[in-house]
C-alpha cells in the first residue's frame, strides 16, 4: 500500500462542475502540497498546507492533520484546469512522498 | 526572485550512451535540490536529494549518480543508459519548510 493516495485516479468532468480530489496519507507529516502537473510535464505548486483551508482563486485545499486526509476543490471548473494534480507529504525529513496523482479533464 | 533551470528539455540518446542532465537555482542560497524520476504512467519517484555541496542522498539504487559541485548547481548522470532509463525527469528545489517546493521544467529523456 502507497503510503500517499489520491483519489478518483481518473476523473472526468464537464464544465462548470464543482470538484474534489482527495489524499490519504499513512505516515506523520509536517506539510502537504498539491502540485499541478500540465500535460507538457511542467509541474507548479498550488498549495502547501498544514492545517485548516487554503483559497486561490477557484481552488480550495483542505487538510485534517487527525483524519490524514486533505481534499482539493476546484470550483466552476474549465477545461483549462485539465491536468494531472499531485498530492505530496513532507514527512519530516528532506523528502516528499508522491501519489501517483488524479489525472482531471475537464469538457467544454 | 527564485528560479531554477533544467535542461535540455528532450533527450533521445541510444543504450548505453552516457547521460548528463544539468539543473542550476537562482536567487537562493544552500537549497536543498532533488532530482525525479516519472515513468510512463506512474508517479514522481524520488532519485536523488543534496542538502549541500557533494551531499548527496541516493534513494533508489540503479545506473544513475548525481553530483552538487557548486551550491546551486545539481547534475545527474549516467555512464550507460538503459532502456528503462526512458522517462521525464524532474528538477527540484526547496529553501524549506516555509518556502515550499519549486519543480523545474523537466527533461523528457528516450533511450533507444
Known amino acids: 500500500k502507497n503510503e500517499v493516495e489520491q483519489s478518483p485516479q481518473n476523473l472526468t468532468a464537464q464544465e462548470g462542475e464543482f470538484i474534489t480530489i482527495n489524499c490519504s496519507y499513512s505516515?506523520?507529516?509536517?506539510?502537504l502540497h498539491w502540485l499541478q502537473q500540465h500535460p507538457g510535464g511542467g509541474i507548479v505548486s498550488l498549495f502547501m498546507l498544514s492545517s485548516g483551508k487554503k483559497k486561490h482563486g477557484r481552488l480550495i485545499a483542505t487538510i485534517n492533520i487527525q483524519e490524514k486526509h486533505s481534499s482539493l476543490h476546484i470550483t466552476a471548473s474549465h477545461p483549462r484546469d485539465s491536468a494531472v494534480y499531485i498530492c505530496a507529504v513532507h514527512s519530516g525529513t528532506y523528502k516528499y512522498i508522491f501519489g501517483t496523482g488524479t489525472r482531471l479533464k475537464v469538457l467544454a | 526572485s527564485q528560479t531554477i533551470h533544467q535542461w535540455p528539455a528532450t533527450l533521445v540518446q541510444p543504450v548505453g550512451s552516457p547521460l548528463s542532465l544539468e539543473c542550476t537555482v537562482e536567487?537562493?542560497?544552500?537549497?536543498?535540490l532533488y532530482w525525479y524520476r516519472q515513468a510512463a504512467g506512474r508517479g514522481l519517484q524520488l532519485l536523488f536529494y543534496?542538502?549541500?555541496?557533494?551531499?548527496i542522498s541516493s534513494e533508489v539504487p540503479q545506473n544513475l549518480s548525481a553530483s552538487r559541485p557548486q551550491d546551486r548547481q545539481f547534475i545527474l548522470s549516467s555512464k550507460k543508459l538503459l532502456l528503462s532509463d526512458s522517462g521525464f525527469y524532474l528538477c527540484?528545489?526547496?529553501?524549506?519548510?516555509?518556502?515550499?517546493?519549486?519543480f523545474g521544467s523537466g527533461t523528457r529523456l528516450t533511450v533507444v
Open positions: 536567487g537562493t542560497s544552500n537549497p536543498n
Open positions: 505516515v506523520g507529516i509536517s506539510a
Open positions: 527540484a528545489w526547496s529553501g524549506g519548510l516555509d518556502y515550499g517546493y519549486t
Open positions: 543534496s542538502v549541500g555541496i557533494g551531499q
